[in-house]
């Protein structure tokens, strides 16, 4: 099956600083790219998505790379807020299932 | 639409006692997962279903576990018996058709004791 990776578990930036989140995969046939980010005692919500045809995804701070040839796609969020400090997941997807990354704790300081 | 529900929010149960999780997806989804999510494995992929049919339940960790879908409204995940190791928030989440969004509900946290 797939395998994701995900880097670093941990993160913290200033407010208004840029914070990177970086995602590998190991099966070339993943083809959907969603990020997800959960707050404290809540459910993941999707932020942002790419699909295996496009190499870049921008909607206002947050913007998503992906590689295919290095299987590797990045979630950069820009302007960081406070608001912006939750754990995020990474996940690809050849079909029905979903392969998360083990999360990226960010915290934003205020 | 309110979104996926899930039932109960926390549950607290002794060990060897039965435990059932509710879910309703969101109306007109055809995919409902079922997750659990534990500090030592993160998200795990339990079992999921298309159309009210079990397609991929090899996540269910062990004959303890068993999940029903009867109507495109509502699922459950039931455990029997219930372990302390069972502890963890279990979520379900639904999508409409394959390789789309999944939408999460918001969580069943578990502790048996």
């Known amino acids: 099956g797939e395998n994701v990776e995900q880097h670093p578990s941990t993160l913290s930036v200033q407010e208004g600083d840029s914070a990177v989140i970086k995602c590998t995969y190991s099966?070339?046939?993943?083809?959907?790219f969603p990020w997800y980010k959960q707050e404290l005692g809540k459910g993941p919500q999707l932020i942002i998505d790419?699909?295996?045809?496009?190499g870049e995804k921008k909607d206002q701070r947050i913007a998503v790379t992906l590689n295919k040839t290095a299987k590797h796609f990045s979630l950069h969020i820009t302007e960081t807020q406070p608001e912006d400090s939750a754990v995020y997941f990474c996940?690809?997807?050849?079909?029905?299932?979903?392969?998360f990354g083990t999360g990226t704790s960010l915290t934003v300081i205020p | 639409d309110a979104g996926v529900i899930q039932s109960p929010r926390h549950e607290v149960t002794e060990m060897g006692q039965e435990v059932t999780l509710r879910c309703k997806p969101i109306?007109?989804?055809?995919?409902l997962f079922w997750y659990r999510q534990t500090m030592m494995r993160g998200l795990e992929l339990l079992i999921y279903?298309?159309?009210?049919?079990?397609?991929?339940d090899s996540g269910m960790p062990e004959d303890r576990f068993s999940a029903k879908m009867p109507n495109a409204s509502f699922s459950t995940l039931k455990i029997q018996p219930s372990e302390p190791r069972d502890s963890a928030v279990y979520f379900c989440?639904?999508?409409?058709?394959?390789?789309?969004?999944?939408?999460f509900g918001p969580g069943t946290r578990l502790t048996v004791l």
């Open positions: 989440a639904s999508s409409f058709r394959q390789n789309n969004e999944q939408f």
């Open positions: 099966d070339s046939a993943s083809n959907y």
């Open positions: 790419i699909r295996s045809n496009v």
């Open positions: 996940a690809a997807s050849m079909g029905n299932q979903f392969y």
């Open positions: 109306s007109g989804h055809d995919y």
């Open positions: 279903f298309n159309n009210n049919v079990p397609i991929d």
